[in-house]
């Protein structure tokens, strides 16, 4: 069902607020198609991009969360490591989605990034 399969991950992608508990966004549980989700899990497990990213000519800031066991800061810090001149930057308190668990602290580093690129 669409609640079991987005439930199993919901640890992972939807991360609890150090202090404040579950976070409001897994309400997106309910909005959520499997089959949608799980063909989306199957073409991000078979995508590699890999050899792509020395390519990568333009400014780049990495950004993740500390805390994001889906997408680990080590396999970030290997895309940074790839991609010339790239940034890492972790962002503390926060997993897979360090967007909305820490707004203002990624909005800064992006708007950092932009005026310096």
Same mark, same amino acid.
């Given at each position: ?19 404040? /508990? ?7 549980? #309910? ?5 949608? #989700?799980?063909?989306?899990? /199957?073409? *991000? ?19 993740? %969360? ?8 080590? $396999? !970030? !810090?290997? *895309? ?15 997993? $897979?989605?360090?967007?909305? !668990? !820490?707004?203002? *602290?990624?909005?800064?580093? *992006?708007?950092? $990034?932009? %005026?310096?690129?």
């Amino acid at each position: 069902t669409r609640s079991t399969i987005v439930e199993c991950e919901e640890p992972r992608a939807i991360a609890w607020d150090v202090k404040a /508990g579950p976070l409001p966004v897994a309400r997106w549980r #309910y909005e959520i198609e499997p089959d949608g #989700y799980a063909a989306c899990c /199957g073409a *991000i497990e078979r995508m590699d991009l890999r050899g792509d990213l020395p390519r990568i000519g333009a400014p780049t800031l990495v950004v993740s %969360g500390a805390e994001d066991p889906a997408s680990a800061p080590e $396999h !970030q !810090q290997l *895309i940074a490591e790839a991609i010339p001149g790239a940034r890492l930057e972790l962002v503390a308190d926060a997993a $897979h989605l360090a967007s909305v !668990q !820490q707004p203002h *602290i990624v909005t800064g580093l *992006i708007l950092e $990034h932009l %005026g310096a690129a």
